[in-house]
């Protein structure tokens, strides 16, 4: 009889495949096939003979019809990724096991398809908190699951998605749970549970202190080391609950601004420390808001003129571009170009000072709906052109560069800034939205490897770096 391991079909729903990774401690590893009508792709986890023995040994029940594992699957019509979250550590008596009760499956709203990159594996661009590689086998941390438990009193209910909606609802036995509410609840629960760790490592504190110190203290007093009394239902509940009224509420941040404002002198002379914690904490939040407000703009069909606006409002997200301290020199800026009729002036979006050395870069923003590709390939079947707004766009910003160096003299003489260079200028290009078949994806990033003088990012990458950013703070805020 064949084990379980040699009955996994590959293909398992008929389509085409593609090695998505293999685990370095059993050597179980990932598929992703593309259903060969390309409206679905599904992401299967599929068992070892090593993967089998761990698990056996940890008292794991294996069957055979439920080879491979379907862990993912992405819907390209409605772009929904929906996970089922499964425990896949195959040395623990839980592995193949689903990690929640009724809730079964966790689908994201306006995801890209799944893809795998050689030597960088797979990567999912989903809310923090949510585990994004597959081998982790999706779901939450394990601080925030309570979120998902939560649900399971719901009748009914079989899967959770996150949204874009402004209130939760449910529609059949799917719940929809917009993503700025979950993440407010996420924050709240974190700080909840570092607020009970806080009161239990001060309890410890002092319980070590009057069982230690009496022996070695002249003059020891019982109450010299005991804490005022505290509650931890208290303690827990201020810090999921923000008391006071909804009225009052602005009032007493406002006021809570002010004193700081007032105090910050003092505060980084009696406490840097303080208020370098709380500098991050600000940062975090602000990023958040950034994250969330992006992410709905993505949603419109937004015009050029709104996104030049929009980075003009927060200028952090290009200065995030470059790697390098950006100070916005100008929007719509003029590079130069005018003839001796004074006509033919050229304009960029952006100018930054990108760097120390005072040395200029452009930066151009087309809209969210611009295409990227011709939309018959140029070489059939998979070869696709880039589109005239995409050419165009580059040749746009090597125009303009070019005017930007020949007129640099006049234009520090014009402005009064001696400081300002061009001796080498980067150009950025903010375009469109990632394409979303393989064939799509390989075509623009065979275009844009070749660029060597301008960068080309979508608005999804440009999100996808503010999330890892949001990603990277939150971990080592935690870490303090």
Known sequence: MREIWELQDKPAYGGTIVDAGVHPEDGSSLVIELTPDEGTQYLSYYLSEKGYKRGKAAGVNFTDDTWPLLIAEY??????????????????????????????????????????????????????????????GFGVDPRIRYIISAFDEVEGAAGLTICNDDEISIDGEEIRLPEHIYNDIRLDINRAHEAAVRFANGEKVSYLRNRLLPSVVP?????????????????????????????????????AVRTVIREVDEIAKDNPVQLFKLSEKIELISLQVLIESMSKELLNRRKEGFWQEYFVQNPFVLKMLFGLPVIMYTDQASVGGMGLKRSGEKYADYLVEAGMLGNLGIVEIKTTETPLLTKEPYRPP?????????????????????????????????DDQPHIQAWSVPCILIIGRLPATRDLKRSFEIYRGGQRDVLIITFDELLAKLKALHEFLSTKSSDF
């Not at 592995?95 to 594996?121: A, C, H, N, W």
């Not at 165009?392 to 303009?400: E, H």
Request: aromatic share 10%.
């Open 219 to 255: 003059d020891f007093e019982p109450d010299d080391f005991e804490r005022p009394a505290v509650d931890l239902q208290d303690t827990v509940r201020s810090a999921l609950v923000k008391k006071g009224t909804p009225r009052s509420h602005n009032s007493n941040t406002a006021a």
């Open 75 to 136: 819907d390209f019509p409605t772009r929904v990724l929906t996970t089922y979250p499964t425990w896949l550590r195959s040395n623990q008596s839980n592995f193949t096991k689903p990690k929640y009760g009724s809730i079964k499956r966790i689908s994201f709203e306006d995801q890209l398809p799944m893809d795998s990159q050689v030597g960088f594996g797979m990567f999912f661009d989903l809310p923090t908190g949510f585990h994004r590689g597959p081998f982790e």
């Open 382 to 414: 998979t070869l696709y052109g880039p589109s005239t707004e995409l050419s165009g766009g580059v040749n746009q910003l090597l125009d303009q560069k070019l005017r930007l160096i020949k007129g640099i003299a006049a234009k520090k003489e014009d």
